[in-house]
């Protein structure tokens, strides 16, 4: 069965930093595109960043540019683990965050993921 499983959520004072983590079990996701998606209460799910296969390449919605980082262990594909560095949180960062895998190489978005993680819950005061 494959999972998806985040870990590294918390709570956090404003300006703060969080690592998420999230590791691949059942089958690899070495050749997918992975992504982080965040959802608030009373909110739709959203994109929050992606990767692609190679983690050459990355994308981020325009709020978390230049605070979020993507990236991607394929040094160890045994490992298959994607993580998410978040530093100057913000409370309008809070949200439930997922960890999910695309059904393609390039990108993931809302409409192409293939699995999604359980979700790990990102908490920031002001």
């Known amino acids: 069965q494959v999972r998806l499983v985040e870990s590294g959520g918390g709570l956090v004072q404003a300006g703060g930093s969080l690592r998420l983590s999230c590791a691949a079990s059942g089958r690899t996701f070495s050749n997918n595109a992975m992504g982080w998606f965040r959802q608030a209460p009373g909110k739709e799910r959203e994109f929050v960043a992606g990767?692609?296969?190679?983690?050459?390449?990355?994308?981020?919605?325009d709020s978390v540019k230049g605070r979020f980082t993507i990236s991607r262990d394929n040094a160890n594909v045994a490992k298959n683990t994607i993580y998410l560095q978040m530093t100057s949180l913000e409370p309008e960062d809070t949200a439930v965050y997922y960890c999910a895998a695309g059904r393609s190489s390039a990108a993931v978005g809302l409409s192409t993921v293939q699995s999604w993680g359980q979700g790990t819950q990102v908490t920031v005061s002001s």
């Open positions: 990767i692609d296969w190679k983690g050459s390449n990355s994308q981020y919605r």
